[in-house]
């Protein structure tokens, strides 16, 4: 391998590995990659334990073990710049949801009061201990560039590895899911909110206009819109946009609130209701981020026992 190639490390936290199969599932625009990046450390390509140095290091996933804290502690020292690439490493991710249970009853929920594997095992023992919260990269060590995205899409791996082989910085485009929707917001008369499994919505028309929840407008464009544009409702996966993470009182449910109770019949308090029902839903992504979880309009350990006490 050509000793002027740019080295990069990548290594996996607490994660689904999704990540990983995005970032060599280039086609074959990995070609282009290959040709000035010398791969030295990736878990699902390479058998390297180390940690050699090199100019950019990738990190996936977020802290949830002890494990995890080691390995990003180590990439820091071995990297130059640290990415911290996808919605886990960047917001906390999906099983940020798990903070809405503690340790203990997330361990027995799995392996001891599941009906399908009921069992007194349970694992502590033999992996790395499991850290009491979930939390971002950030939290751990210091982050040089962000690409959230579950996973980000290719269009947007290619477009920020090539800025940085060429040693200039990444474009960061802060439009949301609803700049790349092909459907039209439009004035209803929709007067209730419909699950994501009711009736059959409309193709051109805006979710939110048909009584549907959908996170679109609230939500970073990392994945150039499929959901949408493909019948099926953004459940806000690449993490907030800008202003919700910057401003303390907006927030994801009263933001999406004005705007359908705008578009519909639909009061929204009645929407804000709605989605504080869900709130493991409409929050996993970004719930473990304290720019979200420090907010004073979060409380989700309250909504979640409302709904409880039903
Ligand atoms: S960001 Fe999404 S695709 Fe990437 S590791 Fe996390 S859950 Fe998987
Ligand atoms: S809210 Fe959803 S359906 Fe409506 S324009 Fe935005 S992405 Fe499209
Ligand atoms: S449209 Fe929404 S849910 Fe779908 S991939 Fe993009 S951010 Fe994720």
Redesign the pocket.
Known sequence: MSSDKVRLNTEWLCDCGGCHVALVDLHEKILNVLESVEILKCPVLTDEKSYPEAEIGILTGSIRTEHDRHAAMEMRKHCKTIIAFGTCAVYGGLHGAGLAHSREEIINHVYRDNPTTITDFAPQDEIDGLEKLVIPVDEVIDVDLYMPGCPPHAHFIFEALSALVNGKEPRVKHE???GG?????KKTDVSEIKGSNEGIPDDDI????QG?I????V?LDRCL?P??NHGI??TGCAGPIMQILSEPTRDLRTEVSE?MSRITAIPAATIVESMEKSAKTHYAYAMATKMIGNKPTFLIKKWIADVEAM
């Open positions: 949301s899911v609803c929707c092909d459907r039209t917001m805006c979710f939110l206009s549907y959908c996170l679109g407008s939500t819109s959901c949408p409702m953004c705007r």
